[in-house]
């Protein structure tokens, strides 16, 4: 009786998993993958959360990936020797995968400096069949330089911070990323909306739900 | 003027955080982390994804972790030694965390054997302002080794795997769970009906909105 049970327990275990297209329908979104990359002080912090509020005023479950909930917790063992910045952007970049699996809208805001980490997050998306988009927040290095909100910037010039991306740690521009966002030159809110644009154009939202969202509150959405 | 624009920036980043006010009336429930725990074979991923289907049929968002898409994928890094199974938990319970801080009602499906572990997992919710609930599935160890479908009891026994939960590993039944699950006694569907009754009624889902979601399926959701 219990074998019999267990098998069929077996079948139910393969019949009922849900999927993509199942929460895409339940959220109206594809789960998917936007990654913020830039220099120290380019503004991915700012324009992550910027454009995550827009997205959840929308009807939209977007979220944040960056080093204050994933240093402090998942990445806490983690230093940054050169290793441990590697490491710290393969979790990133593996946890990215499981939202978006998940059908969420995750944003990541990492320095992210090297081409071959990046190209592993975007190869891992794609090879699950996920979406993903890789976003250079470009803004020139006098620029964010002076904005040094944390004054790292001044401590990595006196040396008494080593490695620090942009001064004595290369920070490789992305080759072809699927957007560029400046912001030197535009507002966060505005930079949102570059953003938001081009989540519709690439499918990642669909037109409809898009056009639907613009005069929607979430206390009015799903209910 | 670009010295002006980082302030107005940073004082739009403070307003701008999403509140998990506003992801909960989005998502109409509470982001939680369910954790199963329970000997091999007890039947937790079975529960795990019945469980799934049901919340996702009804309109809610839940997403399960196990180690199908752990193991392949953050934690790759680690083998069964003590040290990388505790390594493990640490992590699962760090990434459901930041699920439930999205909003999402998230599963996880590890044997996770030591009440050490667990309450790492429940202490780390806790601090955080998150629902968290310990479900116990219990079968007892002959039903578990009977049912045995990857045939690691009897290799285990064999001697062939060493470290075994349950054979030569300890298996540390929870003191005080939110709940006890019989997988011995009850089908799959049975089960996910106690655990749904159990989140209805822990706050986890609004009683509002699960009997409106009786009658509702994903592509009546939000639109």
Redesign the interface.
Known sequence: M??A??K???I??HC???THD??E????QKGSTIWMTGLPSS?K??TA??L??EL?MR?F???V?DGD??RH??NK?LGFSAQDRA?NIR?VA??A???A????LVITSFISPYREERDFARR?HKEAGQSFAEIFIDAPLE?CE??D?KGLYAKARRGELKGFTGIDDPYEPPFAPELVCET?NY???EIASQIMDFLVQAGFLSKD?YS?SSNRT??M???
């Open positions: 219990i074998d049970k267990v069929a327990t077996n139910l275990w009922t998993q849900v199942l929460r329908s339940l959220l109206n503004g912090s700012t959360f910027a995550e509020y959840v009807g479950l977007a979220y990936l909930n994933v917790g998942l063992d490491e979790r593996e946890v995968k499981l939202f699996d998940a059908g969420v891992i620029v002076a904005r909100p030197a507002s966060p809110p739900s639907r979430p206390s959405g799903r209910k």
